[in-house]
């Protein structure tokens, strides 16, 4: 089973910038990549941005799109989000997941483990 261990987040005002960190342990020979997505209350999960494991390929929800990004420490199992210009309309339970099934990448039913989650509130 892949476990996923998440840290970073918190609160932070408006334009401001937060990283996200998400260790993924023992991933199986078919994690085809890692997916960040959030949750805000009330609302359903939705897709952030994705990183291929194998190439680096990396995909974006349109919302985020040159305001976060998502990459890989080549020297272990870290993925990373970095998210900057944030805004109140960002906040949200943010959570990765490894993605080891041949879906979409922005579809979490592609996903079979995912972190703990982690808080990212953005004030006015």
């Known amino acids: 089973q892949v476990q996923l261990e998440q840290s970073g987040g918190g609160s932070v005002q408006a334009g401001g910038s937060l990283r996200l960190s998400c260790t993924v342990s023992?991933?199986?020979?078919?994690?085809?990549?890692v997916g960040w997505f959030r949750q805000a209350p009330g609302k359903e999960r939705e897709f952030v941005a994705h990183?291929?494991?194998?190439?680096?390929?990396?995909y974006y929800a349109d919302s985020v799109k040159r305001r976060f990004t998502i990459s890989r420490d080549s020297a272990g199992n870290t993925v990373y989000l970095q998210m900057n210009s944030l805004t109140p309309d960002d906040t949200a339970v943010y959570y990765c997941?490894?993605?080891?099934?041949?879906?979409?990448?922005?579809?979490?039913?592609?996903?079979?483990?995912w972190g703990q989650g982690t808080q990212v509130t953005v004030s006015s």
């Open positions: 990183i291929m494991w194998n190439n680096g390929i990396t």
């Open positions: 023992r991933p199986p020979s078919n994690t085809y990549g």
């Open positions: 997941g490894a993605r080891t099934h041949m879906g979409a990448v922005f579809e979490p039913s592609s996903y079979d483990d």
